[in-house]
Nanobody, 125 residues
Framework: QVQLVESGGGLVQPGGSLRLSCGSS????????IGWFRQGPGKEREGISC?????????YYSDAMKGRFTTSRSNAKNLVYLHIDSLKSEDTAVYYC?????????????????WGQGTQVTVSS
Protein backbone atom coordinates (compact mmCIF):
# COMPACT_ATOMS: atom_id res chain seq x y z
CA GLN A 1 0.00 0.00 0.00
CA VAL A 2 1.28 3.40 -0.93
CA GLN A 3 2.03 5.48 2.10
CA LEU A 4 1.76 9.16 1.40
CA VAL A 5 3.12 11.76 3.77
CA GLU A 6 2.44 15.46 3.55
CA SER A 7 4.76 17.99 5.15
CA GLY A 8 5.47 21.69 5.15
CA GLY A 9 2.39 22.98 6.89
CA GLY A 10 2.40 25.41 9.77
CA LEU A 11 1.48 28.89 10.87
CA VAL A 12 1.95 31.54 8.20
CA GLN A 13 1.15 35.23 8.12
CA PRO A 14 -1.29 36.57 5.55
CA GLY A 15 0.47 37.44 2.33
CA GLY A 16 3.17 34.86 2.87
CA SER A 17 4.03 31.79 0.84
CA LEU A 18 4.28 28.14 1.65
CA ARG A 19 5.47 25.00 -0.06
CA LEU A 20 3.88 21.72 0.88
CA SER A 21 5.43 18.39 0.00
CA CYS A 22 3.93 15.00 -0.66
CA GLY A 23 6.26 12.04 -0.49
CA SER A 24 6.41 8.29 -0.26
CA SER A 25 9.19 6.10 1.05
CA UNK A 26 7.82 3.06 -0.72
CA UNK A 27 6.87 3.94 -4.27
CA UNK A 28 8.02 6.11 -7.12
CA UNK A 29 5.50 8.90 -7.26
CA UNK A 30 6.23 9.67 -10.90
CA UNK A 31 4.14 6.60 -11.69
CA UNK A 32 1.17 8.19 -9.97
CA UNK A 33 -1.10 11.09 -10.60
CA ILE A 34 -0.99 13.21 -7.47
CA GLY A 35 -3.85 15.40 -6.41
CA TRP A 36 -3.92 18.10 -3.76
CA PHE A 37 -7.01 18.79 -1.70
CA ARG A 38 -7.87 20.81 1.34
CA GLN A 39 -10.54 20.87 3.98
CA GLY A 40 -11.11 24.03 5.96
CA PRO A 41 -12.86 24.17 9.34
CA GLY A 42 -16.53 23.40 8.88
CA LYS A 43 -16.12 22.98 5.15
CA GLU A 44 -16.17 20.10 2.70
CA ARG A 45 -12.97 18.88 1.13
CA GLU A 46 -12.19 20.66 -2.10
CA GLY A 47 -9.81 19.89 -4.93
CA ILE A 48 -6.87 22.14 -5.69
CA SER A 49 -4.70 20.56 -8.34
CA CYS A 50 -3.65 17.41 -10.08
CA UNK A 51 -0.40 16.45 -11.77
CA UNK A 52 -0.53 13.51 -14.12
CA UNK A 53 1.66 10.44 -14.13
CA UNK A 54 2.55 10.94 -17.79
CA UNK A 55 6.04 11.97 -18.81
CA UNK A 56 4.91 15.54 -19.36
CA UNK A 57 3.60 15.81 -15.83
CA UNK A 58 0.64 17.73 -17.15
CA UNK A 59 -1.10 19.76 -14.47
CA TYR A 60 -4.66 20.74 -13.82
CA TYR A 61 -6.08 23.28 -11.40
CA SER A 62 -9.62 23.72 -10.25
CA ASP A 63 -11.07 27.03 -11.39
CA ALA A 64 -11.23 28.42 -7.87
CA MET A 65 -7.55 27.66 -7.29
CA LYS A 66 -5.99 29.06 -10.43
CA GLY A 67 -3.41 31.75 -9.90
CA ARG A 68 -1.98 31.28 -6.40
CA PHE A 69 -1.37 27.53 -6.41
CA THR A 70 1.38 25.72 -8.29
CA THR A 71 2.05 22.01 -8.26
CA SER A 72 5.25 20.40 -9.48
CA ARG A 73 7.38 17.29 -9.17
CA SER A 74 10.90 16.46 -8.12
CA ASN A 75 11.40 12.93 -9.35
CA ALA A 76 14.94 12.95 -7.96
CA LYS A 77 13.53 13.56 -4.48
CA ASN A 78 10.37 11.54 -5.08
CA LEU A 79 8.27 14.49 -4.01
CA VAL A 80 5.32 16.42 -5.35
CA TYR A 81 4.97 20.01 -4.25
CA LEU A 82 2.15 22.45 -3.78
CA HIS A 83 3.33 26.03 -3.65
CA ILE A 84 0.86 28.57 -2.33
CA ASP A 85 1.38 32.31 -2.77
CA SER A 86 -0.34 35.30 -1.20
CA LEU A 87 -1.84 33.26 1.60
CA LYS A 88 -5.18 34.39 3.01
CA SER A 89 -7.00 33.46 6.17
CA GLU A 90 -9.45 31.44 4.10
CA ASP A 91 -6.56 29.19 3.05
CA THR A 92 -6.51 27.82 6.59
CA ALA A 93 -7.19 24.12 6.18
CA VAL A 94 -5.79 20.64 6.36
CA TYR A 95 -4.08 19.93 3.06
CA TYR A 96 -4.02 16.42 1.67
CA CYS A 97 -2.30 14.71 -1.20
CA UNK A 98 -3.75 11.69 -2.96
CA UNK A 99 -2.40 9.24 -5.52
CA UNK A 100 -3.67 7.15 -8.41
CA UNK A 101 -1.29 4.92 -10.32
CA UNK A 102 -1.05 5.81 -14.01
CA UNK A 103 -3.61 8.51 -13.45
CA UNK A 104 -4.23 11.21 -16.04
CA UNK A 105 -5.65 14.49 -14.83
CA UNK A 106 -8.20 15.79 -14.30
CA UNK A 107 -9.48 13.30 -11.76
CA UNK A 108 -12.35 13.37 -9.35
CA UNK A 109 -11.82 12.93 -5.64
CA UNK A 110 -13.25 9.42 -5.76
CA UNK A 111 -10.73 8.33 -8.41
CA UNK A 112 -7.78 8.41 -6.04
CA UNK A 113 -6.69 5.22 -4.38
CA UNK A 114 -4.33 6.47 -1.70
CA TRP A 115 -4.48 9.42 0.67
CA GLY A 116 -2.10 11.00 3.10
CA GLN A 117 -2.99 12.04 6.63
CA GLY A 118 -2.83 15.72 5.84
CA THR A 119 -0.83 18.70 7.03
CA GLN A 120 -2.33 21.69 8.81
CA VAL A 121 -1.90 25.15 7.33
CA THR A 122 -2.99 28.07 9.47
CA VAL A 123 -2.90 31.57 8.07
CA SER A 124 -3.05 34.16 10.80
CA SER A 125 -1.28 37.27 11.99
Amino acid sequence: QVQLVESGGGLVQPGGSLRLSCGSSEFALDLYAIGWFRQGPGKEREGISCISSDLRGSTYYSDAMKGRFTTSRSNAKNLVYLHIDSLKSEDTAVYYCAALQWGLCPLSENDYTYWGQGTQVTVSS
